[in-house]
């Protein structure tokens, strides 16, 4: 019996779009669009024997279709349709605009690589630098964001590229058409390749927040007991239902079905997740090993290569059973996981691609043959390419071909292989935690965390009482106050206020938090409170270059790291 694989690519973008401007704070999501979401299916195309399941998040698909329809406008697409740019816009470019990666990307091109070189000069008197210059770098940013198939196989960015300089705004309005061109292939193909068999997708809570947060603050103590939490308790399970709800109801307006795989935003689980999942007809959900650890209170060691001593406790599925609901769940394997996303890329892509088939292969020997057994590889399918050779092209061909033609192993979609072998060992707990050191410290716990929890709670209490002493409130504007609350649980918001994540955008963030708090306000007539306009987060001078994207689960984020890594 081969030992069998679920890949399981997880996208994920927080909401960008300022309920009061209507404008993008950041340009993250179609960065990530035209450089890996479609990227990521085409290559899978052409490995038809990979079978593997795509885990969407519903936010980063309703951006994807503001985007095509004309409705989302972001910086570093406003930036290239102006005449001109104030003294403060050009300090915005010269600050926002190299954040790529400069080996592997931006050093690449050397027009790039020019503009960076003078950019200390830059700052130091951009009224000196001609208009030349900050159209030069507004379309080299957007360019270098590009999938570098594109700008090598399609005539037109292919010519961008080769004149380097001194463009346009026609060059960059004829960028923006080929950049929604991209777009527009994206959900497309992601229909065609799961209609085909070969891919599954997956969902997660709408607007990615942490859930057993959400179900109760008081939960992050179960795994970090004396953990300081804000001075007001948030425990709003109807919340998290709701996040569910909407996921689900809006993944089967966009791809003709409900979808049977939820990933729980950061891996974040807890028992009392369970019964609510099964209520909405999940079949199974997914998390981390440090959660399996913890609910069967086992070590999962390893020996100095990495393998476990006790393989067969990790690579199977089990159900959990709570309150006489149960749900199919996977525990991912984070020594594999890890590898593909912050080892490898330092690696030759075939020696990556051969060093991890070889892993699986080890797996294998150390199993029992007769009996099926599943390792399941989660990551950030968005995050860790820029820091790989072709935007990870020689790792992930490699990689595929090998499993293609490697008889020992299978690469399975998860709905398949439950379908086959369902989970033969019931939990009836669930350790509380994510997929970060097995705990939620990366969303509350500190300072400037707690304090967003609690304005998360009295922004939300507010309305609430609005909502009762107006009980004939017309659904258009409880659903545009209600739809700020849920925006405002997202995960990212928080992230952001820890103090291991660092970066020059953080304030961004900051004010994005804020803003979806005050359009609650907006929405139901009500002066927003002045409280609202001082950030949260307490000013911090940063020398290191601004990342360029998302990152989870890293320990620490720092502005060179790429899960679940920082992507925008």
């Known amino acids: 019996m081969p030992l069998y694989v679920a890949f399981i690519w997880h ?81 915005y470019i010269l600050t926002h605009f190299f954040s790529v990666n400069h080996e592997r990307i931006l050093n690449r091109f050397p027009p790039y690589r020019l503009l960076l070189e003078l950019s200390s000069y830059a700052r130091q008197a951009p009224h000196l630098f001609s208009d030349s210059y900050f159209m030069d770098l507004i379309t080299w940013f957007n360019l270098a964001w590009t999938d570098p198939n594109k ?37 497309p193909l992601y229909r065609e390749l799961e209609a085909k068999g070969q891919l599954e997708l997956s969902t997660s809570p709408f607007y990615h927040p942490i859930l057993p947060l959400l179900i109760n603050t008081e939960n992050a103590r179960r795994a970090s007991p004396g953990l300081l939490l804000p001075s007001v308790t948030f425990s709003h399970p109807e919340d998290a ?90 525990f991912r394997d984070r020594f594999l996981s890890d590898r593909i996303g912050f080892v490898y890329q330092h690696m030759d892509g075939y020696e990556a691609a051969r060093d991890l088939v070889g892993r699986l292969l080890a797996i294998r020997d150390r199993l029992p043959p007769d009996k099926p057994h599943l390792v399941t590889i989660i990551l950030d399918g ?33 709905r398949d292989f439950l379908e086959k072998f369902p989970p033969e060992e019931t939990l009836t707990d669930l350790a509380t935690g994510s997929w970060i050191n097995g705990n939620l410290e990366t969303w509350i716990g500190e300072e400037a965390q707690n304090r967003a929890w609690e304005a998360l709670a009295t922004v939300r209490e507010d309305l609430v009482n609005w909502q009762k002493n107006y009980p004939l409130a017309d659904i258009e504007t409880l ?72 990152i989870s689960p890293r320990l620490e984020a720092s502005p060179q790291a790429s899960s679940e890594s920082v992507s925008y």
């Open 479 to 550: 659903e545009k106050a209600w739809e700020c609350i849920y925006r405002a649980e997202g995960s990212d918001w928080f992230w952001w206020y820890y103090s291991r994540n660092v970066s020059e955008q953080e304030q961004i963030f900051d004010q994005a938090f804020r803003e979806h708090l005050a359009g609650v306000y907006t929405a139901i007539g009500l002066p927003v409170p002045e409280w609202l306009s001082y950030p949260i987060m307490k000013p911090i001078a940063v020398v290191e270059r601004a990342p360029s994207h998302f």
């Open 382 to 414: 968005e995050n860790c390419w820029e820091h790989y050779e072709h935007n990870g092209d020689v790792f992930l061909h490699n990689l595929y071909r090998m499993l293609s033609e490697e008889p020992e192993i299978e690469c399975v979609r998860v």
């Open 151 to 187: 700008l090598e196989g399609d005539p037109f960015l292919r010519s961008l590229v080769e004149k380097g300089n001194n463009f346009s705004r026609e060059d960059f309005a004829g960028l923006m058409e080929k950049h929604r061109e991209i777009m527009a292939g994206i959900i």
């Open 241 to 330: 239902e709701e996040q569910v709800r909407r996921a689900i109801g809006f993944h089967r307006s966009l791809f003709g079905h409900e979808p049977v795989g939820l990933w729980p935003s950061e891996g974040a689980v807890c028992p009392e997740l369970v019964p609510i999942l099964a209520r909405k007809g999940i079949i199974w959900f997914a998390t981390d090993e440090a959660i399996l650890a913890r609910t069967l209170n086992a070590s999962l060691d390893r020996d100095q290569e990495g393998h476990l001593l006790n393989p067969e406790v990790l690579y199977r599925p089990y159900r959990v059973q709570i309150e006489g609901k149960s749900v199919a769940v996977l």
């Open 11 to 91: 996208m994920h973008q927080p909401y960008y779009r300022d309920p009061v401007s209507g404008k993008y704070l950041l340009p993250w999501l179609r960065f990530h669009a035209v450089k890996d979401y479609l990227h990521m299916a085409e290559v899978l195309s052409q490995y038809p024997r990979i079978k593997a399941t795509v885990n969407l998040v519903p936010s980063l698909l309703y951006q994807l279709l503001e985007y095509l329809s004309g409705e989302a406008v972001d910086p570093a697409m406003e930036m290239g349709l102006k005449e001109g740019w104030s003294q403060e816009e050009r300090e």
